[in-house]
């Protein structure tokens, strides 16, 4: 039973560039969570996906923006790339009122 | 939003030793996981205790909902067990629903 998967692991774009990361979610799970975490902080919710629906956001701005497909799995895409947009960003999902399961991550690089 | 604030920020052990790590919220919750990253950044799952209290292995955790705090035991430390242990809380509020809040963390450093 594969857990969440996130692609891809690494990943270095410049300033004002474009990103999509994609995760697929654990098997029988139909709720998927992004996160951003950067060095030393602890995960920061962005948004969270059900039934191809954006249910709830963090405090983040309008350019980044995600996308769940009808076989659960989810989009994160972030616009015009900021140096501070680096980090680890973190795929989770769940079924509803159950705990979430986080994939290994992709680690995004902006030079 | 609810705050999360974890106790110690920094620990440092012996192997064999045993230790307590602490979680305060400040709001109601119906989630409360603790989490350990390990030196790769994977996040792994230890305990979903929003309640009571579960054990498994060396480690156990307690969550009084009531006083809104959970505590994380490890015993019998090993090298193995280093890295950054998170609580992260889902508010029991409307527009909390589905997002779970971290705290910053408790670094465990654990020498041979």
């Known amino acids: 039973d594969a857990g969440v998967t996130q692609s891809p692991t690494h990943l270095i774009k410049t300033r004002g560039q474009q990103v999509t990361l994609r995760c697929s979610p654990k098997?029988?799970?139909?709720?998927v969570s992004w996160y951003q975490q950067a060095l030393g902080q602890g995960p920061q919710f962005i948004f969270q996906?059900?039934?191809?629906?954006?249910?709830q956001r963090g405090n983040f701005p309008d350019r980044f923006s995600g996308h769940q497909f009808p076989n659960y799995s989810s989009e994160l895409n972030v616009n015009a790339l900021l140096l501070g947009d680096s980090a680890l960003y973190l795929c989770?999902?769940?079924?509803?009122?159950?705990?979430?399961?986080f994939g290994d991550g992709t680690r995004l690089s902006i030079l | 939003g609810i705050q999360v604030e974890q106790s110690p920020p920094d620990l440092i052990l012996q192997e064999g030793a045993n230790s307590t790590l602490r979680c305060n919220f400040s709001?109601?919750?119906?989630?409360l996981q603790w989490f350990h990253q390990n030196p790769w950044g994977q996040l792994i799952n230890l305990f979903y205790?929003?309640?009571g209290t579960k054990q498994n292995g060396r480690l156990s955790a307690t969550t009084v909902a009531t006083e809104r705090y959970s505590l994380l035991y490890i015993s019998s430390s090993q090298t193995t067990d280093s890295g950054v242990y998170f609580c992260?809380?889902?508010?029991?509020?409307?527009?909390?629903?589905?997002?779970?809040?971290f705290g910053q963390g408790t670094i465990l450093t654990v020498h041979p």
């Open positions: 989770a999902s769940s079924m509803i009122n159950q705990p979430q399961h």
């Open positions: 098997s029988g799970h139909d709720t």
């Open positions: 996906y059900y039934e191809e629906e954006e249910r």
């Open positions: 709001d109601s919750v119906n989630n």
């Open positions: 205790i929003p309640s």
């Open positions: 992260a809380v889902e508010s029991t509020g409307g527009t909390s629903y589905g997002k779970l809040t």
